[in-house]
Structures are given as C-alpha cells and as structure tokens.
C-alpha cells in the first residue's frame, strides 16, 4: 500500500484487508522519488528470493 494516510486506523484496516506492506508517500517530490527507488529495490529483492 502506498498512501498518504498516517492514521493508525488506516494501516491497520490494510493489514486487515490483506496488504504486506503499507508505506507513506512523502509531499516532497524529492522524496517521493526516494522513496520509489527504494520500493523499486525492496521487491525487486523480495521476487529474487521467493523465485530463488
């Protein structure tokens, strides 16, 4: 899950619903891009290992 949302509620109800990571986007684009990078290695890197 990539959301804006902070809210407590908000992450629980996604984990509820069945997401395996729930991560808040930055207002900065900058950040954001970040950000994108590192969720770019973070699955890249979770498909390497379950494909292993």
């Given at each position: ?35 994108a ?16």
């Amino acid at each position: 899950m990539l959301t804006s949302s902070q809210r407590e509620e908000d992450i629980k109800a996604s984990y509820d619903e069945g997401v395996n990571s729930y991560v808040c986007k930055p207002v900065n684009f900058d950040q954001f891009v970040s950000v994108a990078k590192m969720l770019k290695m973070y699955w890249v890197d979770i498909n390497k290992s379950t494909n292993s």
